[in-house]
C-alpha cells in the first residue's frame, strides 16, 4: 500500500476523495437497507477503527444488527438444543440459532477473514437460499498482509466490494458523532434513462475481466434498487454508475483493452482524480461490443466503464504496471486442517461442555452422573441428574498434514537448469500429494530477494500455471530466501500442517549482510533462526563440487544435508520422501 | 425460500444439463462431479432440476422418504404406523455445506430426546434427507477427506449403516451425488474421483451475447419469478416428459455386442484404468439412448458420453500436458467413423 501514511495536512483533492468515497459507502448501506434480498451483502475491507465504526454506526440506523461473535461455530446459526438450560430446567430447551433470529436484520462479521471454512460455507448457503444479508469486515490489510483472505465463495456471493482501508474523515465530525448519513444529497444525478443496462454490465463485465457472471448480475439488481430509492422504475445513467462502482469496479482484474495503467503512486489513493474523459476505444475497435450492435449503446458500457474504473481494486495498477496479471485471491484458509476435537478417529474422551464442532459423549457424561445421584437431591421425575459438570466430550486425533516448501536458488548460471528441476520436483511431489494431501509450496530467490512463486498448494493445475512464468538470473540473497522460507513454515504451521523446508541452492551467498556483516555470515545466521525454530529441513547442495559452506548451512539449521551434484527432479523427490516425517 | 430458477432457462452448460439428465434417468451411473469456476450455475442446474421433477410419494410421515413400493424395512416403521397413507413432497434437493459435522450427515442420537425423556431415539441426518432426491456438494475437494469416503460409499450402496453411540440402524439413502469443485483450489484423490459415475468440465461463458442473455434471464427471473416460470413452462414440460420417456424405455434398451467391444476398445485406447469406466459409459450410452428415444445403442452414443464417463478416470501423467478431454476425443475419432 503506497498510502500507510498520511501527510500531517492533506491537501484538497485527497479530502475529496475520501469524502466521496465515504458517502459511496452510505450510499450502499442505504441501497443493502431498501434492498430485501439477492444483493447479498457488502464486503467492506477496513482495520478497525474509527472509520469503520461510524460505518457499523450507520448500518445500525437502518437496520437492526447482529454480530457473528468470534466464538461461533457453524451450529450457533442453526436451531439446535440449549444444553446447558437443558440440563437445568429438566426439559429440552431448544435456541433458534443466529439465521432464524437475524430475520429481516444484518449479519455482521468482524474479521472475517478468519472465518472458519466450514461457517464461510454455511453463510454462503444461507446468502443463497434464505435471502440473508450479510455484512463482512475484511481486516486482512491488503493485497499483501497476510495470508488469512474472506473465502472467494463467500466473497463472490456478495454484491458491493467496499474499501475503507485509508479512509479519513474530518475528525470534527467525528467527534461530533456526525457521519453524515443518511446522505444529504445524491451527488449523481439520475442521468439519461438507460435501454438495455443489463448489456451494457455485462460487456463491461467481461472488460474489466470480470469472470464470474455473479457480477453483472448483482450490478444489474444494485441498479435496480437505486433506481427504486429514487423512486424510478427504470434504470438510468447514474444508477448504472453505482452499479459499476461498488460492484464491477472492485472486482476487475484488467483495464479494458487499449488503455494503459496510470502510474501505481497516484492511482490507488485518489481515484477520482483520474479524469473521466479518457476515451476508452469502445466504439470502433472494439469486437466485444460490436456482437449486439442493436442492443447496446455504446456510451452505456462507457458510463459503467468509467464509473468502475474509480474503484478499482488497490494492487491492481501496481501489479498492471510490472505487467503481472492480478490474480484473484485463492481460497484462503480453505485448506486449514479442522480442529482435532471434530473430526478424525475417535481419540478418548475428556471434560467439557458440547459446541464449537465438539461432540457429547453421552455414554461418558451419564458414567460421570451415575455416581453421584445418591448424594445429588433426587428428582421428582425419577431421572439422571446431570450437571454442567459431569458433561464429557470425545476426542479425536487428526493426522496432521505436511506442507512442503521449496526454497530455490534462482541466481546465476545455473539457475536454467536448477529451476527446471525444481519444477518437476514440485509437480511429481504434488502428483503424489494426492495420497497424502500434503501441499507443496515454492519460493524462490534471486537478485535482490525472496518470493514465493507458488503459494502453498495440492492443485497440480494452479502449479504447472503459476511455475511457468519463474525467471532465474542475478545473485544469491541466501538470507533472504532462509528467512521466507521461515516465515512461510511458521505459517503453516499456525495453520495446524507439518512443513518441511527443502532448500536447493549451491550454499554460495553473495547478496545480503551489509553493515560488516558478509552474505555468507548473514546466511548462516538465518540458517540458525531456521534451526531455533525447529522446521525440519533438508539441504540439497547442487554445486558440481560440494564445498563446506553448504554442509556448515545444513548444519546451522539442523538439516538433512544431501549433495546432489547432478541434480534431477526424481532425485530430489526421493531425498524429500525420505526426510518427510512419518 | 424462493422459487427454483426454470431448467429450461439455463443458458449453455449443455454437458452439465445432459449429464444431469442422464443421472437423473438412470440412477446407477453413480453421480455426477461438475468441475468448474465459480458462478457458473453449477448449484442453481441442480437445484432447478430437482424442482422439475414431478413430486413424489412417500408413506405419510416418514422420516426416511420411504416409497410405497419399497419393501426394505424403515427404521421408523413406517409402514406399520402409517399404514396405507401417503402423502406428496418434492424431490428432495440436499446442499451439503463444507463444514457438516458426520452427526449431521449420518444422523445420530437424538440429544432432546435422550436427555428429556430417556428415549433412545435415532435422528436422521442429511442422507436420509437425500433419499430419493439430489445430494449436492459444493466445492467436494475441500470436504474432509472421511466424509467423502462415507458419503460415496452410501452413495453406491444406496443404504446407510449407523453404529454409533448404541445405535444400530439401517435404512435407505438412495440419491443422485452431484459434487462439484474448482481443481485450482486442491484436487480431488483419484480413487474418489473414479466413484463419480460421470464428470464434467464447465466454464464461465466468454461469449459476450450469452453472457447478457443470462444477466437478463436473471433480471427477469429476479422481477416476476411467476411470469418467467411461465415463460418457460412448455419447456420444461418437453423436459420433464422426455425424463419421463427416458425412465421407462431404460429397461428396453438393447445394447449390442459390438457396442460391448466398442466400449472396451475405446476404454483401452485411452487407458482408463479399471472395470468402472466401462460399465459406465455403457450405462451413461444407455440412458442416452433413451433419452433421444432409440431402442438400441449407437457408436455415436457411446461416442457422445466417451468425455463424461471417462474422462476423470485416466492415468495422469505429470510430464503430459494433454487435457483428458482431447485425449478421448482423439481415440472417439479413430473408433468411430462419423
Redesign the interface.
Known sequence: MTLAVLAPQQDQSQAAAHATRWSLALTAIEILSATPAGLGGILLRARPGPVRDAFAAALGLVAPVRRLPASADAEALEPGLDLTATLASGRPVMKPGLLAEIGAGVLLVPMAERLSPALSARLAMALDGDGLRLVLFDESGGADGGDARVTAALADRLAIHLDLDDVRLPMAALLAGETGFPPQVDDIEAGEPIADAGAALTSAALLLGIASIRAPIQAQRLAHAHAALDGRAAIAAGDIEIAATLVLGPRATQLPPGETPAPPETAPDQPPDIPPAIPPASDDDDDATDDNPDSIPPDATDIVLDAARTALPPGLLDALANGIPMRAPAGGSSGAKLKSLTSGRPAGVRAGAPGRGARLALIETIKTAAPWQALRPRRDDGRLSIRHDDLRIRRFVARAQATTICAVDASGSAAFARLSEAKGAVELLLAEAYVKRAEVALLAFRGDAASVSLPPTRSLARARRELAALAGGGGTPLAAGLDLAQTIAGAERARGRTPLIVILTDGRANVGGGGGITPQDAALASARALGRAGHACVFIDCSARPRPEGSALAAAMGARFVALPRLDARAVVAAVNAAMPA | ??AAFPFSAIVGQSEMKQALLMAAVEPRLGGVMVFG?????K?TAVRALAALLPPMKIIAGCRYGCAPGDTEPCPDACRARAGKRVEEVPVPFV?L???????RVVGS?D??R???T?EKRFEPGLLAKANRGFLYI??IN?L????VDLLLDVAVSGQNLVER??LSIRHAARFILVGSGN?????L??QLLDRFGLSVDVR???E??D??E???R??RF??DPAGFAASFAPAEAATLGSIARARKKLPDVAVPDMMLELGSRLCQAVGADGLRGELTLLRAARATAALAGKKTVLPAHVGAVAALALRHRLR?N??D?TGSTARIGRAVAELIPA
Open positions: 425460500m424462493k469456476d465459480r458462478g457458473t450455475g448449484s446442499d455445506p463444507l463444514g457438516a459435522t458426520e452427526d442420537l440429544l432432546e435422550a436427555l428429556a430417556g459444493d466445492e475441500l474432509e477427506d472421511h466424509l453411540e448404541g481443481p485450482e483450489e486442491g484436487e484423490r483419484p464461465t461463458p466468454t459476450l451475447s453472457r447478457i443470462i444477466v437478463r436473471c433480471d429476479d422481477r495422469r505429470v510430464l500436458d
